[in-house]
């Protein structure tokens, strides 16, 4: 199950050779290469929006990263997770079919876009530049730029065969490491709750967007008998704009309700009421 | 058949080059800061006697850690390599170059750095979950800001293929525009961060909470730190060279240049990383290094310097 997580996860964080770099790949090659940046002046956007692309891929790579590894990596953080077992051979078929998705998705890159070249066409503007290339490479326009994830892993394998001969060479395989006790720099071992919580790998991104989160905090005293930890995290921006908006419906439509009395008599009234003035409205215009 | 030995030759060239090179490079950065300090300095060959110690050290592994522990020293020097072959620096065509370009290769160092980071939390030490939180809010605040610096260079070039960049560039007067001088800043500045330097991250610090990077490889030994060593004086090295070719690309060594000509530019591109080194002991030796929410503050404004160097430079001249 781990290894199908990793390859979606690979996939999420827009990293290589997996599907979200390519796609990533495309739209930082439309955006940085665009002569139109220089057509209006609204167009000196596009670059501010690239930069925040960036961020928000790396942003996701941050959160892949801390799902991975607080689910899978480390010692169990909770004591009834000691029991938990792996998934049966159905969910890993499902979701290994996903996963081998998202490789293919990848590595043969020129093929998706091929696929996906007639339907993207007919609605596009004519003269959009589109990607093209043979079925593991694609080619970026009149610029040159090309990516194949393939080779790049070839160029990859042939590096770790040389690493292996000369670990063969030098008789260092022989050699298996030594397992030994976590080092933690000399510290007494750690036990479980000694790893980053979700909560806390997520640290760095609630102080770095602080103004964009309203939290509070409670903290115990030195000398608090039942120290208690709590966090609370909201999003402004849903507080502020989009909270409001279910009250302001309710209110807008209150009116509407004493319309609906329950009497056959009223209702047929109104809905003659509405043809009359519909048939006038009509006859006007 | 020559044609394909030929292509192996530069291949393994573009490969070979820069890995060799690299502890020369840490080595020269050190060498500076000493001489900086009025000390005699342990010599530009230190690196390599560093790792030729290292190298003859056995390897330990923690209980509890898996295969994604193990294989990570391993993908480090590959990822870091590859990186490397990349860039038109020794060799003037590399024959990986069709294979990725300038964002292809930000993809792979960013994708090594997530590696790194889930190798280091994999066996549960309450120091690899500091590493890789710190390491990761290094990483993803640097992204943009490098992003923009190459915008500024793929909007002159029209591309963002390293040898295109190159040429394009190459082609222009060599005058030190004032978009080119901010983004440089801005470079420097990244530069600094994603390697873990000063004033980011002491590399020589052995205080666990004043780590960043270091706290990545606290449980490696032996072999297995020799290649994260290595693998990181590469990705210095990757760093400088991308640098030299957004920048200086006159240094490099033009496509089908007779021997003579390609002897002066590997001259050439060692006098820049010299100077570059240079420039970089300097930096680390006048910095003291940064409280660690300071660092968002500081990639925060190699971001709007690099904002500055892309607009002066869209902004029409007279």
Known sequence: ?285 | MSAALLLLARGVAALAIPAAAAPLFLGWIGQCRAWLLNRRGPGVLQPYRDLARLFTKGRTCPEGAHALFRLNPAVQWVAAVLAAGLLPAFVARPPLDRAGDAIALVGLLAAARVVAVLAALDPAPPFGGLGARRTLLVGFLSEPALLLVLMTAALTAGTTSLTGLVHALTARPPALTPGLAFAAVAFLMVLLAENARLPVDNPETHLELTMIREALVLEYAGADLALLEWAGAVKFLVFALLGLALFVPWVFPAPGAGPARVALALLLTAAALALLGALVAFVEGASAKLRLFRVPAFLTTAFLVATIGLLVRLVPGP
């Not at chain 1, 908006?245 to 009497?263: F, M, N, V």
Request: with cysteine; hydrophobic share 55%.
């Open chain 1, 1 to 285: 199950m781990g290894t199908t997580a990793f390859v979606g996860k690979v996939a999420l964080a827009g990293l290589p050779p997996l599907g979200g770099f390519l796609a990533e790949w495309l739209l930082l090659q439309d955006w940085l290469t665009t002569p139109r940046v220089f057509a209006t002046p609204s167009n000196l956007l596009l670059p501010l929006a690239a930069a925040l692309f960036a961020l928000t891929a790396a942003l996701a790579a941050y959160v892949m990263v801390k799902f991975y590894a607080m689910t899978f990596l480390g010692r169990p953080r909770e004591p009834r997770l000691v029991h938990a077992r792996d998934a049966g051979p159905d969910e890993r078929w499902g979701l290994g079919v996903l996963a081998v998705l998202a490789a293919i998705l990848g590595l043969a890159p020129g093929a998706v876009l091929a696929f996906l070249a007639r339907p993207a066409a007919s609605v596009l503007a004519p003269a959009t530049a589109l990607a093209t290339g043979s079925a593991w490479t694609v080619t970026f326009g009149a610029t040159g730029a090309s990516y194949a994830p393939l080779p790049l892993l070839a160029g990859a394998g042939v590096l770790v065969l040389a690493l292996a001969a000369v670990r063969r060479l030098t008789g260092a395989s022989a050699r298996a490491p030594v397992v030994r006790p976590l080092w933690a720099c000399g510290s007494p071992p750690p036990g479980p709750r000694a790893q980053d919580t979700s909560e806390g790998f997520g640290q760095p991104i609630r102080r770095v967007f602080a103004p964009f989160f309203a939290v509070s905090r409670e903290i115990p005293d030195a000398d608090d008998p039942r120290p208690r930890y709590a966090v609370r995290v909201s999003d402004r921006l849903e507080t502020l704009l989009y909270a409001p908006l279910p009250g302001l419906i309710d209110r807008l439509t209150r009116p509407a309700a004493r319309l609906q009395q329950g009497r056959l008599a009223v209702y047929l009234g109104i809905t003659l009421g509405t043809l009359v003035l519909l048939l006038l409205g009509i006859r006007w215009l």
